[in-house]
Structures are given as C-alpha cells and as structure tokens.
C-alpha cells in the first residue's frame, strides 16, 4: 500500500464514542497531516504546537510509526518516504485539488476592481490566484510567500507582503510583528481557510496561526471562508472564529447535505461551488 492511500484511510477512520479516544484520534491525524505537508518535525515543535506532553507526543507518533505512516529518528519525526508522495507542502497543495479550484474560482468572483483584500496562508487561497488578474486593478495583503511569488508580476495588483518571523512548515510569515503589521491595514475582504469546522466553530491546530488570521479578520469589512468537505467534523485544538462571523462560507459541492443545511438553518450564508474534475 502506497503511504497516500494508507493516509487517505488514516484520514478517514471513524471518530470513536469515548470522547477522550476521539480527541486522540483528531489529533493523531492532525499530527499525520502536519508532518506529511512539512517533510519533517521536530517532536519537540510538535508538543509546543498541540499543547501536549513530550511523553504524549512519543506515545502518537509511535503508533503512528507501527502504522507505517511516519518515522522518527533522533528526536525528528518524517514521513515515510515513496515515490507516490512527496513529504513536503507540494502534498498538502494538492490533495482535493479540484474542490478547491472550484471553491476558489467562486471566491474570486466575490472581489470587484479596486478592492482591498486580505488572503491568508491557505493552500485553498492559493488556488484563487489564477482568477484575479480578471479582477483588477486590486491591492491584496498576505503572509503567504508562495502566493506573493505567484501575484508578484501581475498587472493590476498591488501586492502587499506582511513580513514577521518565517514559518517552513506553512511557507508564511506569522507572528508578533505580522500582527502589528496587520493591525495598521483595513481591507474589503479576507479569504481564509482552516484546518476544522466542528460544533459550527472553526478550528486550526496551530495557535500562531490562529493569532495571525484572528488579526486579518479583525482588519476587514468583510470575511469569506472557504472550506472543502473534508474539514467538516474535524478536530483543532484552536478555536478561531464561529461560523456566524463570516459572511459567507464557500463549501463544494461534495459537502454532506446535513452540513448545508445546518449552516443555513443557523442563518449563514452558504454558498456551494461546482466542481470541474481536472479543472
């Protein structure tokens, strides 16, 4: 079995009934996802970042590792290396890659010209970058390094890039002095997207980067999230914002009904984004 596909079945296991082996679960996926979109941790950053115990941490990541889904050598822990995925960002940007397109094509078409907007780290963000040289002329705000490199000749576009301490793991660039950076700057609109979406929260396990995107959120008019179904009944260990803050959550078409409906029972605005296969 190739390390995607024992993921991918990993990603998919059934949250148990004990509460206590649910949020284990969560978090063990979490630590998967986070370790396969890096290439490599240290498992002291992996305590730090999940608020858990080195003892906790050594006891995920080895039932991780006799799973076959990760390594650990010398306080490091990788994922297992095949010629089906890279352990790298590269993974993380392409899993449900056509979702995303199409959350992101419905996204772009929320900006008109002469707009100011803020996009966050997001690999769903990124996907918005293909649709908005038709929307300029724009000025748009991020941390993200890789969508600063993709916008950064595009005509029409005013790029802003947020500086701070470098983050690897996420490619941006968080942190205290992002977030005065932020806090001096009033946009239209933030786009942003989150690792979780459970008990009409969402949720992200990193507290930088619930920190950062909180202050982007507090700096604009107007806050789109966008989220593929695989974020539905997930677990974080941050919460950063209620469903009802937002002014429209952009979902594909691939969402459960029962999801759909209960956002719009609550009063938010849902908005469902056709996918396009290979689009």
Partial sequence: MTLEKAVDIFMAEQMPGDSRQARQLARRQLIVEAVVAAGSIRIEDLTERFGISLMTAHRDIDELVERGLLRKARGVVSATSTS?????????ATRQLDEKRAIAEMAAGLIEPGQSVFMDDSTTVLQMTRFLPARGP???????LPLMSELRNVRDINLLGLGGQFYNWCNAFMGQMTRREIALLRADLFFVSMSAITDSGVFHQSAETTET???MFESSAKRILLSDHTKFERRALHHFARLEEFDAVIVNQGTPPSQIEKMR???????????KVGG
């Avoid at 089906?84 to 993380?92: G, I, N, P, T």
């Avoid at 724009?138 to 993200?144: A, C, D, K, P, Q």
């Avoid at 029972?265 to 908005?271: E, P, T």
Wanted: hydrophobic share 40%.
């Fill in 84 to 92: 089906q995925v890279e352990s790298s960002d590269v993974y993380r």
């Fill in 138 to 144: 724009l000025t748009v705000i991020t941390n993200s």
């Fill in 213 to 215: 995107k909180r202050a």
């Fill in 265 to 275: 029972d609550s009063g938010i605005n849902v908005m469902i984004a056709p996918v």
